[in-house]
T-cell receptor, first 116, second 112 residues
Framework: GAGVSQSPSNKVTEKGKDVELRCDPI?????LYWYRQSLGQGLEFLIY????????KSGLPSDRFSAERTGGSVSTLTIQRTQQEDSAVYLC??????????????FGSGTRLTVV | DAKTTQPTSMDCAEGRAANLPCNHS???????VYWYRQIHSQGPQYIIH???NNETNEMASLIITEDRKSSTLILPHATLRDTAVYYC?????????????FGAGTRLFVKA
């Protein structure tokens, strides 16, 4: 597609439920990144993928968070047993192979997650 | 940790140039400087990047000092729609790719 697509755009869930957030990167972009942004805060790095591999999972806040990417394209961020502190906007970005001389990331519009 | 430091906020009059500074004193020789901005309730938007030479595109100009330890993003004629948080970022090579950490950025207020 023309841009990075994230779904759903908004998600309200009850505390303790599991949620799945989806990111569809730009076709041909091999690098994919997940960030989250709490209200009024900066972007917090969660995880990135190079192809289907995630070299760095250190940003995931707890073992309730996991992410996968299949076919070098779509990625899913899963949050198990959601807590109220998980409420945030989850942003996905993609880029060609990573970032150096190849231009910047393209971000999606994000998924606004509210845990009640 | 982010490898950059920026002022927390700045004001600019509409129609004037906005000059946003960034310090990156620990930058390595092959690391690029990137700028993004985030308008309220939207995802960040890529603006410009550079290595050594000054760069210009339709959105902005990037001036990098000769020692590469600082840079300035210039919006030549700021408009109200340029009010946003501006992030200066130096990604670094990590296992299998590049890691990009966003700092707090500079909140630019363009005033009429």
């Amino acid at each position: 597609g023309a841009g990075v697509s994230q779904s759903p755009s908004n998600k309200v869930t009850e505390k303790g439920k599991d949620v799945e957030l989806r990111c569809d990167p730009i076709s041909g972009h091999t690098a994919l990144y997940w960030y989250r942004q709490s209200l009024g805060q900066g972007l917090e790095f969660l995880i990135y993928f190079q192809g289907n591999s995630a070299p760095d999972k250190s940003g995931l806040p707890s073992d309730r968070f996991s992410a996968e990417r299949t076919g070098g394209s779509v990625s899913t961020l899963t949050i198990q047993r959601t807590q109220q502190e998980d409420s945030a906007v989850y942003l996905c970005a993609s880029s060609l192979r990573g970032q150096g001389a190849l231009g910047g990331y393209t971000f999606g519009s994000g998924t606004r997650l509210t845990v009640v | 940790d982010a490898k950059t430091t920026q002022p927390t906020s700045m004001d600019c009059a509409e129609g004037r140039a906005a000059n946003l500074p960034c310090n990156h004193s620990t930058i390595s020789g092959n690391e690029y400087v990137y700028w993004y901005r985030q308008i309220h309730s939207q995802g960040p938007q890529y603006i410009i990047h550079g290595l050594k030479n000054n760069e210009t595109n339709e959105m902005a100009s990037l001036i990098i000092t000769e020692d590469r330890k600082s840079s300035t993003l210039i919006l030549p004629h700021a408009t109200l729609r340029d009010t946003a948080v501006y992030y200066c970022i130096v990604p670094w090579a990590d296992t299998g790719g590049f890691k990009t950490i966003f700092g707090a950025g500079t909140r630019l207020f363009v005033k009429a």
